[in-house]
């Protein structure tokens, strides 16, 4: 298993466009996590799957957020209409049990200009 | 609200120093994990303590978990550049979902 991948590594965007960012998870893990981090802070909690289904999300992820597990597989988080305040490093992971130590991406950086 | 608050914020050392950093809270946590992250990376997960008391070694890294699990420390004996990075720490949310990091303690080593 290669790990948790993401796509794409960075992505700069004009403000009011829409961006889609991929996570792949390690296949045997059924937790997927989106967080969100921005320089100076630690990760911060946006969304949780397990499986296919979307159990739980922050008050941080906005209507333009929306985040999908289709299948149960890789997963997909969307922004719309980007703004300036959505720049940060967009990190996924996922894990067997919340216990259990998470396994991180890359993490994608997202610059709106 | 859960919170994790760690400190330093920040620290610059020479290589062969000692340091210890520290996360805290005023919630009680069924177990804590630290994280070391490297500019550009995902974090990576160093350990995860479960008991009250509990302390585990990692090689020059030591871990402690408070007895009344509201605290944790990881020391770091002779340090090397090879340290340097952001050290977090975590911990599940009350609702068992999800962990909550810390901001962080960004370490520099210099040769």
């Known amino acids: 298993d290669t790990g948790v991948s993401q796509d794409p590594r960075h992505k700069i965007t004009k403000r009011g466009q829409n961006v889609t960012f991929r996570c792949d998870p390690i296949?045997?893990?059924?937790?997927l996590y989106w967080y969100r981090q921005t320089l100076g802070q630690g990760p911060e909690f946006l969304t949780y799957?397990?499986?296919?289904?979307?159990?739980?999300k922050s008050r941080l992820l906005s209507d333009r957020f929306s985040a999908e597990r289709p299948k149960g597989s890789f997963s997909t988080l969307e922004i719309q209409r980007t703004e300036q305040g959505d720049s940060a490093m967009y990190l996924c992971?996922?894990?067997?049990?919340?216990?259990?130590?998470?396994?991180f991406g890359s993490g994608t950086r997202l610059t709106v200009v | 609200t859960q919170l994790l608050e760690q400190s330093p914020q920040f620290l610059s050392i020479q290589e062969g120093e000692n340091l210890t950093v520290y996360c805290n809270s005023s919630?009680?946590?069924?177990?804590l994990q630290w994280y070391r992250q490297e500019p550009g990376e995902g974090p990576v997960l160093l350990v995860t303590?479960?008991?009250?008391?509990e302390v585990k070694k990692l090689k020059r890294l030591t871990f402690q978990f408070g007895d009344a699990r509201k605290d944790s420390s990881l020391h770091i004996t002779a340090a090397q550049p090879g340290d340097t990075g952001l050290y977090l720490c975590?911990?599940?949310?009350?609702?068992?979902?999800?962990?909550?990091f810390g901001k962080g303690t960004t370490l520099s080593v210099s040769s």
């Open positions: 296949s045997e893990h059924n937790r």
């Open positions: 919630s009680v946590f069924s177990s």
């Open positions: 799957f397990q499986n296919e289904a979307q159990l739980e």
């Open positions: 975590a911990g599940p949310n009350q609702a068992g979902t999800a962990l909550i």
């Open positions: 303590v479960v008991t009250g008391g």
């Open positions: 992971a996922s894990s067997l049990a919340y216990r259990d130590g998470y396994t």
